[in-house]
């Protein structure tokens, strides 16, 4: 931020004193300030925008790999249980229903995998948006601020540099705090989402597949006793 302070007052001094006029030194000074810290931050956002487009696309893959286990499982499990029922006359209601419960519950294991992965993509781009637009209010802010120093315009550069540089360190100590808060939300980001995948194991995706075919499975072997019985 010292760089800051430093690159206001070389504004002044060059430009004041070769009689730019104050309309195109404020135009200069603003867009220069910007420019800076742009400089400093946009490469940081450009990282983590990166790391959340990694993070969607293995959700997308997640998402496909769950649906589609439990879209082959199911079906050859119900191809099995019309075969089942195909094969006697009994009246199999009783049975079935106690089927179709361990089939929703096979369901739902997969559904509860689906909504914690969903969430997962939804809260990393939410903080994402939220990084983002502080950083556009920073700047923003930060160009309004710079203005109101030079309302300290004089004729006589040497007023002009003392009343710039009262307001200079006050809007120096303000960008220094805020901008020392975004790049801690950036590390912050960047240290809980580079892993993404790993932290989809909350989501006991590693396990939901094999635990919804087990429960497909002895739901049908259920089932099979059932009718045997009947």
Same mark, same amino acid.
């Given at each position: 931020?010292a760089k800051f302070v430093?690159?206001? !007052?070389?504004?002044?001094?060059?430009?004041?004193?070769?009689? %730019? +006029?104050?309309?195109?030194?404020?135009?200069?000074? =603003?867009?220069?300030?910007?420019?800076?810290? *742009?400089?400093?931050?946009?490469?940081?956002?450009?990282?983590?925008? !990166?790391?959340?487009?990694?993070?969607?696309?293995?959700?997308?893959?997640?998402?496909? @790999?769950?649906?589609?286990?439990?879209?082959?499982? /199911?079906? @050859?499990?119900?191809?099995?249980?019309?075969?089942?029922?195909?094969?006697? +006359?009994?009246?199999?209601?009783?049975?079935?229903?106690?089927?179709? =419960? *361990?089939?929703?519950?096979?369901?739902?294991?997969? #559904?509860? #995998?689906?909504?914690?992965? $969903? /969430?997962?993509?939804?809260?990393?781009?939410?903080?994402?948006?939220?990084?983002?637009?502080?950083?556009?209010s920073f700047i923003n802010?930060?160009?309004?601020?710079?203005?109101?120093?030079?309302?300290?315009?004089?004729? $006589?550069?040497?007023?002009?540099?003392?009343?710039?540089?009262?307001?200079?360190?006050?809007?120096? =100590?303000?960008?220094?705090d805020t901008y020392s $808060?975004?790049?801690?939300?950036?590390?912050?980001? *960047? #240290?809980?989402?580079?892993?993404?995948?790993?932290?989809?194991?909350?989501? #006991?995706?590693? %396990?939901?597949?094999?635990? /919804?075919?087990?429960?497909?499975?002895?739901?049908? $072997?259920?089932?099979?006793?059932?009718? /045997? *019985?009947?």
């Open positions: 931020m430093t690159f206001l !007052g070389l504004i002044f001094v060059v430009y004041g004193v070769h009689g %730019t +006029s104050y309309d195109k030194l404020y135009a200069y000074a =603003n867009e220069k300030v910007a420019e800076y810290f *742009e400089n400093e931050i946009d490469p940081a956002l450009a990282k983590l925008e !990166g790391v959340v487009v990694k993070a969607v696309y293995i959700v997308e893959l997640v998402q496909i @790999k769950l649906n589609q286990t439990w879209s082959e499982t /199911a079906e @050859k499990i119900d191809t099995d249980v019309d075969t089942l029922i195909n094969g006697t +006359s009994a009246d199999v209601s009783s049975c079935l229903s106690e089927y179709s =419960n *361990e089939k929703a519950k096979a369901s739902e294991i997969l #559904a509860n #995998a689906t909504s914690c992965v $969903n /969430a997962k993509k939804t809260t990393i781009t939410e903080v994402y948006s939220t990084i983002k637009a502080d950083i556009k802010d930060l160009s309004e601020d710079t203005k109101s120093a030079w309302s300290c315009s004089t004729f $006589n550069i040497w007023k002009l540099w003392k009343c710039a540089e009262t307001y200079i360190s006050s809007l120096e =100590n303000s960008a220094q $808060n975004l790049t801690s939300q950036i590390k912050n980001f *960047e #240290a809980t989402y580079s892993d993404f995948g790993s932290s989809l194991e909350d989501c #006991a995706i590693t %396990t939901v597949e094999a635990t /919804a075919t087990t429960r497909l499975t002895e739901s049908y $072997n259920t089932l099979k006793d059932c009718i /045997a *019985e009947l």
